[in-house]
Nanobody, 117 residues
Framework: QVQLVESGGGLVQAGGSLRLSCAAS????????MGWYRQAPGKQRELVAA???????NYADSVKGRFTISRDNAKDTVYLQMNSLKPEDTAVYYC???????????WGQGTQVSVSV
């Protein structure tokens, strides 16, 4: 059973930074891509950033230039560096891992990020 454990969330003032981590139970090369999603109260879950096994990345327009996704294959961990945080970034952030061949995905339990004005 695959486990994804997120950490690094918390409360920060607007303009501040946080780094989220997603540690997988085993090699992340088992996944074609890994990504960070977020869900704010009353809103749908949305993609924030993703990185493929080959290292290609994509970002939501709302976070481009502020957030950076990266992966450490040796540690089986994916990171999300979040800078210049805004109150609208407040949400529960989830890690997702996509299985090769579109055979499904795994989700972490989520970590709360709160940005105060």
């Amino acid at each position: 059973q695959v486990q994804l454990v997120e950490s690094g969330g918390g409360l920060v003032q607007a303009g501040g930074s946080l780094r989220l981590s997603c540690a997988a139970s085993g090699s992340i090369f088992r996944f074609s891509a890994m990504g960070w999603y977020r869900q704010a109260p009353g809103k749908q879950r949305e993609l924030v950033a993703a990185v493929t096994a080959g290292g290609s990345t994509n970002y939501a327009d709302s976070v481009k230039g502020r957030f950076t996704i990266s992966r450490d294959n040796a540690k089986d961990t994916v990171y999300l560096q979040m800078n210049s945080l805004k109150p609208e970034d407040t949400a529960v952030y989830y890690c997702k891992a996509e299985r090769w061949g579109s055979l499904g995905s795994y989700w972490g339990q989520g970590t709360q990020v709160s940005v105060s004005v």
